[in-house]
């Protein structure tokens, strides 16, 4: 045997150690779906959106009607029926086929889960969930800023008395729960984006969720809150900060100084624009807290 048939026989024999042990790193990675103008919404129902002594932080909208009661509180606008309404259900039902697609089920054991998922600590991936998913205690998520995790329950998910927490700088709206059926959070802290097959469902005292209530059917909120992803600040910001949606800046930090002309002023300013330039590069908002526009 030549030297060069030596290598490749060692190449082999390392490729085969390797499929052995299992999938390589980052092969169950999770693929967020675009839900596009269906973003833009907090609580978005088929059939209805239903809200009693409850909190919606953020936009409401729905085919048929928005109905919240004297004890309801909706921050945003509400879209009932409307071209709005209308064009994110579309976009709701698209992300919906999107993540069922993009997303198939691993083969391996760790990503396949049945019951109760409390008490669990999961890294970014993809989460295939069998018969009534349960959450009776906390589940962790565990990933960097830019992980991904997608649940896909084949029926029904219904949380009682749980939560869900991240950790690892993981952020909620990077995680999407679709079902095949219905969503019931009974007294559950809830994070991520619910796409759910039929209806969505808060019960309980104290039921919240930080993310996105879209339902094929309706929605319906008893005692709970909704914080949409659409008003979060943008991660990393300090506490106060608005979204950059709702952030305005217009490059012009340094009008005040245009009108000197003497030799030390325009240095200081060649000086003081070359940092602005530098700070942008990594500010989500392009300029800095001292010199950003006042309104």
Request: proline fraction near 5%; hydrophobic fraction near 35%; aromatic fraction near 6%.
């Amino acid at each position: 045997m030549n030297h060069r048939q030596k290598h490749f026989s060692a190449c082999l024999i390392a490729l085969a150690a390797l499929l052995s042990v299992g999938p390589i790193q980052g092969a169950w990675a999770a693929t967020a779906p675009a839900l596009n103008t269906a973003s833009n919404f907090a609580v978005l129902g088929g059939a209805g959106v239903t809200c009693t002594d409850s909190t919606i932080t953020g936009a409401a909208g729905s085919l048929l009607t928005v109905s919240p009661t004297a004890t309801c509180t909706i921050t945003g606008p509400i879209h009932a029926g409307d071209a709005a309404a209308t064009a994110a259900y579309s976009d709701f039902l698209l992300a919906y086929d999107e993540l069922a697609t993009a997303n198939p089920c691993p083969t391996d054991a760790a990503h396949n889960l049945s019951g109760d998922l409390g008490g669990m600590t999961l890294s970014p991936g993809v989460y295939c969930i069998s018969g009534t998913g349960l959450l009776t205690s906390k589940l962790t998520l565990n990933g960097p800023s830019n992980g991904v995790w997608v649940f896909k329950a084949a029926t029904d998910f219904t949380p009682i008395g749980g939560s869900v927490v991240m950790a690892g700088g993981g952020q909620a709206c990077n995680v999407y729960w679709q079902t095949g059926t219905a969503v019931s959070l009974d007294a559950t802290q809830f994070l991520g984006n619910i796409l759910a097959g039929s209806a969505v469902t808060f019960t309980g005292v104290g039921s919240s969720l930080v993310g996105r209530a879209l339902a094929k059917t309706a929605v319906t909120m008893t005692g709970a809150s909704v914080i949409g992803c659409d008003v979060l600040p943008v991660p990393g910001s300090p506490p106060g900060s608005s979204t950059c949606k709702d952030k305005h800046h217009d490059g012009h930090d340094g009008d005040h100084d245009d009108d000197h002309d003497d030799d030390h002023d325009d240095d200081h300013d060649d000086g003081h624009d070359k940092d602005k330039e530098h700070k942008s590069q990594h500010n989500p908002f392009g300029s800095n807290d001292k010199h950003g526009d006042k309104k």
